[in-house]
């Protein structure tokens, strides 16, 4: 695993493409988010469940960008920090905060995509 894949990774959300996206995750990939009622946050496990929620994301945020994306990789894990920007679909609201995702990785693909973001009041 390579800075440069957790780079290729990045550059597909900011293009928006889930197809893309898709191709990096194992068959049993679990993607938990950032939020939700779990300690982990939402917990979306199975190619279906992730591909539904990554593009949920586009959906709230049609202009979404993670900015600045930072990579470091330690054996089968992996951390991307980044500054998310988006405006929320439904009130217009534009959000700005800092964030990370913690990887593990199998096979040379994403097994786990675990999403960190700060939260603004």
């Known amino acids: 695993m390579t800075e ?3 780079q290729a990774f990045a550059d597909a959300w900011n293009r928006h493409d889930i ?3 898709m191709q990096f995750m194992t068959e049993d990939c679990v993607f938990e988010a950032s939020a939700g009622p779990e300690p982990c ?4 496990v199975g190619p279906q469940a992730v591909r539904e929620a990554f593009s949920r994301v586009w ?21 991307s920090e980044w500054t998310f920007v988006g405006t ?3 009130d217009g609201v534009r959000i700005e905060t ?11 693909r994403i097994q786990l995509k675990n ?7």
């Open 19 to 21: 197809d893309a996206l």
């Open 115 to 121: 999403s960190w973001r700060k939260a603004r009041g």
């Open 41 to 44: 946050g939402t917990r979306y």
């Open 59 to 79: 959906h709230d945020y049609p202009d979404a960008q993670w900015l600045g994306a930072r990579h470091f990789i330690a054996g089968e894990r992996g951390v």
């Open 88 to 90: 929320r679909a439904s």
């Open 4 to 6: 440069s894949f957790l």
């Open 98 to 108: 800092n964030g990370c995702d913690h990887f593990t990785f199998r096979d040379g």
